[in-house]
């Protein structure tokens, strides 16, 4: 039995701790008329997501040419090529590439897994970076129906091959 069993008068005591955020910002919240409105806005808008992932797709390919020329390629080597990476991954899916997100996401998992690039790993990047390219000067977007999941499953067996020779485990 505990010590609250043994009390005499059997009564629970609750303690509430003070909301210090809540206090700062108060209460409340954001009109639902504007969120509406701001999603009417986006909805119309007609953003073109190519020119940003082109910049991005440049950044990467700098990224993995700095790579090449590298004598160490190690963490600072990888998240070069990381940043530009995540920036599609997070945009292609708001734009509606949805292929581009999962071959970023694909990408990006394998490069979180390493300590350092090896020519074979560099190798694997130029493909991803190369696919994405293909895709975005083809203006597809969606998620490239049986063609995107299939060109996405062997993107993903390429690094799972390249684990396996190398002896990642996977944390």
Same mark, same amino acid.
């Given at each position: 039995?505990?010590?609250?069993e043994?009390? #005499?008068?059997?009564?629970?005591r609750?303690?509430?701790?003070?909301?210090?955020?809540?206090?700062?910002?108060?209460?409340?919240?954001?009109?639902?008329?504007?969120?509406?409105?701001?999603?009417?806005?986006?909805?119309?808008?007609?953003?073109?997501?190519?020119?940003?992932?082109?910049?991005?797709?440049?950044?990467i390919?700098? #990224?993995?040419?700095?790579?090449?020329?590298?004598k160490?390629?190690?963490?600072?080597?990888?998240?070069?090529?990381?940043?530009?990476?995540?920036?599609?991954?997070?945009?292609?899916?708001?734009?509606?590439?949805?292929?581009?997100?999962?071959?970023?996401?694909?990408?990006?998992?394998?490069?979180?897994?390493?300590?350092?690039?090896?020519d074979?790993?560099?190798?694997?990047?130029?493909?991803?970076?190369?696919?994405?390219?293909?895709?975005?000067?083809?203006?597809?977007?969606?998620?490239?129906?049986?063609e995107?999941? #299939?060109?996405?499953?062997?993107?993903?067996?390429a690094?799972?091959?390249?684990?396996?020779?190398?002896?990642?485990?996977?944390t």
């Amino acid at each position: 039995m505990t010590e609250f069993e043994h009390r #005499a008068d059997n009564e629970v005591r609750v303690i509430t701790p003070r909301n210090i955020l809540r206090e700062k910002i108060g209460y409340g919240g954001m009109d639902p008329a504007i969120i509406e409105k701001a999603e009417e806005l986006i909805a119309k808008a007609d953003l073109d997501f190519v020119p940003y992932a082109r910049t991005f797709l440049e950044r990467i390919e700098k #990224a993995v040419a700095a790579a090449k020329s590298a004598k160490d390629r190690d963490r600072n080597t990888i998240n070069a090529i990381v940043r530009p990476v995540m920036e599609l991954k997070a945009n292609g899916g708001m734009f509606g590439h949805a292929l581009i997100s999962e071959i970023a996401d694909i990408l990006l998992d394998f490069l979180e897994g390493l300590d350092a690039l090896n020519d074979d790993a560099i190798e694997i990047v130029d493909v991803h970076h190369r696919t994405l390219t293909a895709i975005v000067l083809s203006g597809m977007k969606g998620n490239g129906g049986k063609e995107g999941l #299939a060109l996405a499953k062997e993107l993903h067996s390429a690094c799972q091959r390249y684990q396996k020779k190398y002896h990642i485990e996977k944390t």
